[in-house]
């Protein structure tokens, strides 16, 4: 076995590269600022409903480096942290021996609070600051996607159904499509995000150990004095059990890569050699066969996508086996799921943005590609056209027979009053279409107004 000592960001990214380079948020360093922000949040908030002296608050801030957007001077090592928090099957309790330790105002940290005020609170910051990087990617994917869309408004593609020719779509109604489900995600999850809230119950979440020392009003006011320095939601009461807000926000994370998986499949298959409609803008090379451009981005979102919903599906068995007022391995299952969905939603959409900000259309591709059906594509305008004058059964052989389609339909008798030219023109069968993209490129318009009032 090799003597060289492990490095955590190896460990982390080594085979996991969709995520690299991208993780920073969700650390174990970040973790640990946000749970001694936690810690020393609740402190200023017993001080702001009078439980505590203010000056006792301010040397407690000071200590431990709190600043605007919580504590990051704090001097607690994540590795150590770590190595102690086995014994007690948590990092909270190793943490506020730490911070007692450094004698500030030792009586004051932990004041009435439990393990699981601290790490519900904490990995609710880590998660908000992870979504502010996923939706700037996902905007950036949004913006790209948009522009494209209207570059290839009226690109004439085949559709494709259950991997075969269809009917004629565009190009900017594909790419379009991409676009409403990345927005949508967006959507959600600043909704989401909005309403992430603080924890605070005590020993078995009624708030107990605060309303026999201070009494029930300062102990009704402390979570909402507590939400709001930290810049969290106020919670309409302790959700130890009831774990909505890690499933709310896991399934909006699964949404996201989700969003950004299907246009990754999509420019996967897309990019193939024997279709060409898209490229990468950054191929990725094989070790084994120069040729190779392969789709790395897309690969890599792909990926993640493949893996996400495991990870958001685990949250939901926690949920369910949250028993009593603390759940015994269904919470600490939790962790390590929910910042591995964090991590991949953050890789995945920072993907995704160098992908759509990358992305090239073949038109000449699409074109070839359009025509290898001489003309079937058309089979469904046609079947409306010429069914009531030749019949179900003779439509299908001429639809089946080899050669020119619009020859077979000009040889037609009955159809003599035809202009077949037109009939066959894939770009005239393309429905709403550019329709589409127009409302899409629109709403993303909007938005960008809204942003810049």
Same mark, same amino acid.
């Given at each position: ?43 200023? %908030?017993?001080? #702001?409903? +009078? ?22 001077? /704090? ?5 150590? !942290? ?5 014994? +007690? ?20 940290? /932990? ?34 996607? #948009? ?17 075969? /020719? ?19 995600? %967006? ?97 990725? +090379? ?27 599906? #685990? ?16 919470? /600490? ?7 591995? !969905? ?28 359009? *025509? *290898? ?56 069968? #393309? ?23």
């Amino acid at each position: 076995m090799s003597s060289e000592p492990r490095n955590p960001a190896v460990d982390v990214g080594l085979l996991a590269p969709v995520s690299t380079g991208h993780d920073a948020s969700v650390r174990d360093a970040a973790v640990v600022d946000a749970l001694v922000t936690a810690e020393v949040a609740l402190v200023r %908030a017993l001080a #702001t409903v +009078g439980g505590l002296e203010g000056a006792v608050a301010d040397r407690v801030s000071a200590a431990f480096g709190w600043a605007e957007g919580g504590c990051r001077e /704090h001097g607690v090592d994540a590795a150590a !942290l770590a190595a102690s928090a086995v014994a +007690g099957g948590n990092p909270v309790i190793p943490l506020v021996a730490e911070m007692k330790e450094r004698g500030v105002d030792p009586d004051a940290v /932990h004041r009435g609070a439990t393990s699981q005020d601290i790490l519900d609170t904490a990995l609710m910051l880590v998660s908000r600051n992870a979504i502010d990087e996923i939706a700037l990617s996902l905007g950036r994917a949004d913006a790209a996607l #948009t522009s494209l869309a209207r570059e290839n408004r009226d690109v004439v593609a085949a559709a494709r159904t259950l991997t075969q /020719h269809a009917v004629p779509t565009t190009v900017g109604a594909r790419i379009a499509g991409w676009v409403r489900g990345i927005r949508r995600a %967006a959507e959600r999850l600043r909704t989401v995000q909005a309403g992430l809230p603080a924890q605070l119950g005590g020993a078995a979440g009624t708030l107990a150990a605060f309303a026999d020392e201070w009494g029930p009003d300062a102990a009704a006011a402390l979570p909402a004095a507590f939400a709001a320095d930290l810049r969290l939601a106020a919670p309409p009461a302790p959700w130890h059990t009831e774990r909505w807000p890690v499933t709310e926000l896991g399934d909006a994370l699964v949404q996201a890569v989700d969003a950004v998986g299907k246009a990754a499949s999509d420019v996967a298959l897309l990019t193939r050699p024997e279709i060409g409609e898209l490229a990468e803008g950054r191929g990725g +090379g094989s070790s084994a066969m120069p040729q190779k451009q392969n789709p790395v981005a897309s690969v890599l979102i792909r990926s993640a996508a493949l893996r996400a919903p495991q990870f958001g599906a #685990t949250l939901h068995l926690a949920s369910a086996f949250a028993v009593e007022e603390r759940p015994d391995g269904a919470w /600490h299952a939790e962790w390590p799921a929910l910042r591995e !969905l964090l991590r991949l939603a953050l890789g995945a959409s920072a993907q995704a943005a160098a992908l759509a900000e990358g992305l090239v259309v073949d038109r000449d591709a699409v074109a070839r590609n359009l *025509a *290898a059906s001489h003309g079937g594509i058309l089979s469904e305008r046609l079947a409306r056209v010429l069914v009531p004058r030749i019949g179900r059964e003779r439509f299908a052989g001429l639809i089946a027979a080899p050669g020119s389609l619009a020859d077979a339909v000009r040889a037609l008798p009955e159809a003599a009053d035809l202009d077949v030219d037109a009939l066959l023109d894939p770009a005239g069968y #393309t429905g709403l279409a550019a329709a589409i993209v127009d409302a899409t490129a629109d709403t993303h318009d909007d938005a960008d107004d809204d942003a810049d009032r």
